[in-house]
């Protein structure tokens, strides 16, 4: 596709659940992101990847969410033990600079509730 | 810590009306400042972006205004349209690192 792309685009699930979410970046861009919308609120960071390695984790809320990039392309956010807390929808964004000057292309997220 | 402060949290103008948002930042090592535009359903999108070595960027009908000193930038909208209708962030980060989102306004425009 010639967007990003995140599945599933809803997830609802019980607290205390596993939960993944996917993201597949538009081909060719180096950097990839995840972040965290509340409802009404704007992006929170959590995760920043340059290939395969985390380049900037400091967003992650505590170490039950990890996230991976294991060949540089898609990318998997998982969230362990999940709490009420943490129904949001999840963004990823990827662009082809690999900083944040560059522009963020978003997928269109995926909405995560936990009941 | 909200690093980047917005507002209004919501807007409504007539069409072909100015619509004007402002944003507020602390961080002194900001330097990129760009505005995205979000409808429901979808994820942002980048709108316009702005660097601290201009006081201003046009492009069509959207222009920001960015205020060095006084760490301040807005996004004005000139003739505003129904389509431009949606939610507004501005965000900001130093270079090569992560954007900071504000808060959104939700705008709308009513004929």
């Known amino acids: 596709g010639a967007g990003v792309s995140q599945t599933p685009s809803n997830k609802v699930t019980e607290k205390g659940k596993y939960v993944e979410l996917r993201c597949d970046p538009i081909?060719?861009?180096?950097?990839l992101y995840w972040y965290r919308q509340s409802l009404g609120q704007g992006p929170e960071f959590l995760i920043y990847f340059q290939g395969t390695g985390a380049a900037d984790d400091s967003g992650l809320p505590n170490d039950r969410f990890f996230a991976v990039r294991p060949e540089g392309s898609v990318s998997t956010l998982k969230i362990q033990r999940t709490e009420r807390g943490d129904s949001a929808v999840y963004l990823c964004?990827?662009?082809?600079?690999?900083?944040?000057?560059?522009?963020?292309?978003f997928g269109e997220g995926s909405r995560l509730t936990v009941l | 810590q909200q690093q980047v402060k917005q507002s209004p949290q919501s807007l409504i103008v007539q069409k072909g009306g100015i619509s004007i948002i402002n944003c507020a930042y602390e961080?002194?090592?900001?330097?990129?400042f760009p505005w995205y535009q979000q409808f429901p359903g979808k994820g942002p999108a980048l709108l316009i972006a702005?660097?601290?070595?201009?006081s201003e960027k046009k492009e069509g009908r959207f222009t920001i205004s960015f205020n060095k000193s006084a760490k301040q930038f807005s996004l004005h909208i000139m003739d505003s349209q129904p389509g431009d209708s949606a939610t507004y962030f501005c965000a900001a980060s130093p270079i090569d690192e992560k954007l900071t989102f504000g808060t959104g306004t939700r705008l709308t425009i009513i004929p």
């Open positions: 702005i660097r601290p070595d201009v």
């Open positions: 081909s060719g861009h180096t950097a």
């Open positions: 961080n002194t090592a900001f330097d990129y």
């Open positions: 964004a990827s662009s082809f600079s690999g900083s944040a000057t560059g522009e963020l292309f």
